[in-house]
């Protein structure tokens, strides 16, 4: 449905996608993940043909974007991050407005705006004048423009901004509802929304696919991305040398300040390996005795972290392996150098993006 081969889009010297592809399979919900300034907007700007490409090609449904934008465009609808709405309509008149310019058939007309208005439950607000409304009901409206014509593809950028937990979910089922006839293409920065809605989920970091894969498979691409959780009593010395007879633990973090003689530290192997057991008869045999054993896997948002942090990629675009000091466990904090690291590559990426908007 979506083919995206070699993109690439230049600014002057900046280069803000660079030989990106993939594709989106009919029915498919597709996260689209990264920093600011990683190419996500341009990407999805290209896509809809709203600005070209400095080179690589786009297919939507078969119609390519450059040599039949007007078929292609036919295909998708679009949501930016600021909604493209005429504050001094009300509602009706302006999805009237849509769809006349999406050239909906006379007939069909009120029907599928009353349908829509329905689905995205802006009835209470059709008749009043959009720069009344308050932001999550823009945000609707903006939904309902991209839906007009019950496009095969929608485009959606930041979909929920500015709505309340309630209408979040109900904007997530509606999303939920639209992949069984359509195709989408979703940008969130609240990465819980992306693992609960997705079926896929892609990272970019500065232009470049990072990695790309289902919500569930994604720590995979990360080594010691699994985690075992354990308080122990015993000696640490012992405890060490008990686990260290283990060849599928990649890694140990010990907890500081040990109370009472327990022991709280979390060891690491790759995703394929299960070492609770190789753990429990290890520790027996050295008689300290395991009080509480728990699983830490990687959340979606230790993962986005992890892949974007790290500086080196081998020839595929793919992170490669966990940091020096190991992976962010999905029960605690990031570390201050964590949070110092992604502060400086915000910083980086928002001097990249001054760049871009200037040239």
């Known amino acids: ?49 709203y600005i070209s490409a400095t080179e690589g090609s786009v297919i939507i449904n078969g119609h390519d974007i450059f040599d039949e934008p007007e ?20 509602v009706k008149e302006y999805l009237n407005f849509v769809a006349d310019l999406k050239m909906v058939k006379k007939s069909e007309k009120n029907k599928m705006i009353a349908k829509i208005i329905g689905m995205t439950k802006i009835a209470d607000v059709s008749e009043r004048l959009i720069k009344q409304l308050s932001k999550g009901f823009k945000q609707r409206v903006g939904l309902a423009q991209a839906m007009m014509g019950f496009p095969d593809v ?12 309630m209408q979040i979910i109900e904007i997530r089922d509606l999303i939920k509802r639209l992949s069984k006839d359509h195709t989408i293409i979703l940008s969130s920065h609240i990465l819980s929304e992306v693992s609960a809605v997705c079926d896929t989920v892609m990272i970019i970091n500065k232009g470049k696919l990072i990695v790309s894969d289902t919500p569930d498979n994604l720590s995979k691409h990360i080594g010691g991305s699994n985690g075992l959780h354990l308080q122990i009593k015993g000696d640490k010395e012992k405890i060490n040398a008990a ?23 979390t060891a690491y192997c790759s995703e394929d390996n299960d070492i609770r ?13 395991i009080l509480n054993m728990q699983s830490s896997n990687m959340s979606l948002e230790d993962i986005f972290l992890e892949v974007t942090q790290s500086k080196g990629r081998n020839k595929h675009g793919q992170g490669l392996g966990r940091r020096k000091n190991g992976p962010v466990k999905s029960n605690e ?24 908007e200037e040239n």
């Open 277 to 289: 057991e190789a753990v429990f008869y290890a520790l027996s045999d050295a008689r300290c005795p």
């Open 243 to 265: 686990l260290s007879d283990i060849e599928e633990i990649t890694k140990i973090d010990y907890e500081s300040g040990a109370k009472d003689g327990i022991i709280t530290l």
């Open 333 to 356: 904090a990031p570390s201050q150098a964590a949070t110092d690291q992604v502060a400086a590559l915000q910083k980086e990426q928002n001097q990249e993006t001054e760049s871009e």
């Open 154 to 165: 929608l485009i959606l950028d930041e979909p929920t901004v500015g709505l309340d937990p």
């Open 1 to 49: 449905m979506i083919e995206v081969n070699n993109l690439v889009k230049r600014f002057g010297d900046h280069l803000a996608v660079d030989n990106l592809s993939f594709t989106v399979e009919k029915g498919q919900i597709l996260g689209f993940l990264g920093p600011n300034g990683a190419g996500k907007s341009t990407t999805m700007n290209i896509v809809t043909g």
């Open 71 to 90: 078929e292609a465009k036919k295909c998708i609808g679009y949501l930016p991050e600021l909604p493209p709405l005429y504050q001094d309509m009300t």
